[in-house]
DNA sequence: TTTTAATATAATGCC
DNA sequence: GGCATTATATTAAT
């Protein structure tokens, strides 16, 4: 118990320790602590795999590249979605009454719009993110036109 | 208790109601989820005061407003933090080694890399948030594989 | 150039 | 601590 405290503590586990451990390239190394990737994850180091973590089959009509991978970085990068006016327009009149719509009260539109319904998460998220943008650009003018009025009032008084 | 859980996929937030109503210029409208655009923020809201994202070196001077919850919204949450390459760099490899380090560790990390104990271990539970989630993307490609030659070896047998 | 879908990840809240 | 979700920042396609 005791050494079990005391471990992190110790040399072993110090900065220095670790910055000077030598791991092999699996990543390999004693005192490994990760339990889950033990035993059936051996020989492959997933840490960093960065593939598209999209699986999915997209069910409708795919290009399946859609950018010329060049560096084989966003090569997974799921092709924009172009939605239609109607599909919007239902988006947000539903945005305008909840804006944070309920995992059965997407896929009720994901089955009336014929999306997926991760898409509509996230058309949600940036719709948020959109009017967040927008009341940030609001304030920030209100807050400048005071601070005009004020030099103004400021000048004023120099006068 | 019971409506709220119903709220969602009862009537008043399925699409046709929220399509059939009737809301002003404004947008108002019963039922409006916006928390962010309720009461307080007529006038000035300092929900979003928390000034430009980016402009901060570092975290040094805390906000510590950790979040008010009014009703579903942080009216102060935590600027995002900017971790430095060279930050992340450490980390990643201290995460190689030892992916739940204790508080002596993440103390020691801190000192080090100019950061708050707090946002190392936030840095871990989120970095181990994604092992977790390449690891089961990892799995669910395998079965899907595996499912896969499942079906040729059908197709196979039926020939 | 502007808008926005997609992505990555820091921060929260609930268990 | 896991997990789901959100906010935020950035990238890329339009």
Redesign the interface.
């Known amino acids: 118990m005791a050494s079990a405290v005391a471990a992190?503590?110790r040399s072993t586990?110090?900065?220095d320790r670790?910055?000077g451990?030598d791991?092999d390239p699996a990543?390999n190394?004693l005192?490994?602590?990760?339990p889950?990737?033990e035993k059936e994850?051996r020989g492959n180091s997933?840490?960093f795999?960065q593939?598209h973590?999209h699986?999915h089959p997209h069910p409708h009509p795919h290009p399946q590249l859609t950018h010329r991978p060049t560096s084989n970085w966003y090569v997974g990068r799921r092709p924009r979605t172009a939605f239609t006016n109607s599909q919007v327009s239902?988006l947000e009149?539903?945005f305008?009454?909840?804006?944070?719509?309920?995992?059965?009260?997407r896929e009720?539109?994901a089955g009336?719009l014929d999306l997926d319904e991760d898409r509509i998460q996230i058309w949600f998220q940036n719709r948020r993110a959109k009017?967040?943008r927008s009341?940030?650009e609001t304030?920030l003018r209100l807050v400048q036109t005071a601070v005009a009025d004020l030099g103004v009032i400021g000048d004023e008084s120099h006068r």
Chains 1, 2 share one sequence.
């Open positions: 992190d503590s586990f110090s900065i670790i910055l451990l791991l990543g190394c005192n490994l602590h990760r889950w990737t994850n997933l840490c795999i593939q973590p699986p239902v009149t539903v305008q009454v909840n804006c944070y719509p309920g995992i059965q009260l009720q539109l009336r009017l967040r009341l940030r304030r």
